[in-house]
Nanobody, 129 residues
Framework: QVQLVESGGGSVQAGGSLRLSCLRS???????????VTWYRQVPGKEREFVSS???????SYADSVKGRFDISRDTTRNTVYLQMNSLKSEDTAMYYC?????????????????????WGRGTQVTVS
């Protein structure tokens, strides 16, 4: 059950930019708001690694490898979190995933509705050459 939908990936030359989007699916209507939304990335054969996170209250964090190049933001009116990626490098090539976490424990009704405490999208591929 997809609850977050990533988009914006693609192929770009080194030094270029991409903006990824993470849309909160309507499936999650009636579920608690996001405590935070985090971007991860993964290349085949390696573990998924943290990229950037934004909390409901606003604070952001970044992996050292992307600081100064990536910028995370959210548009609550569009239920979307963005990851602006600039000065892309070949080592940024990966599948990018977003994960959301509920802001509080779920009620039994919310669980029956299909809400979960943690939810992922299916990813969007970024290739930098």
């Amino acid at each position: 059950q997809v609850q977050l939908v990533e988009s914006g990936g693609g192929s770009v030359q080194a030094g270029g930019s991409l903006r990824l989007s993470c849309l909160r699916s309507e499936i999650r209507r009636g579920c608690p708001a996001d405590k935070d939304v985090t971007w991860y990335r993964q290349v085949p054969g390696k573990e998924r690694e943290f990229v950037s996170s934004i909390a409901l209250s606003g604070p952001t964090s970044y992996a050292d490898s992307v600081k100064g190049r990536f910028d995370i933001s959210r548009d609550t009116t569009r239920n979307t979190v963005y990851l602006q990626m600039n000065s892309l490098k070949s080592e940024d090539t990966a599948m990018y995933y977003c994960r959301g976490r509920a802001e509080r424990p779920l009620t039994s009704l919310e669980r029956k509705r299909g809400c979960t405490e943690s939810y992922w999208g299916r990813g969007t591929q970024v290739t930098v050459s």
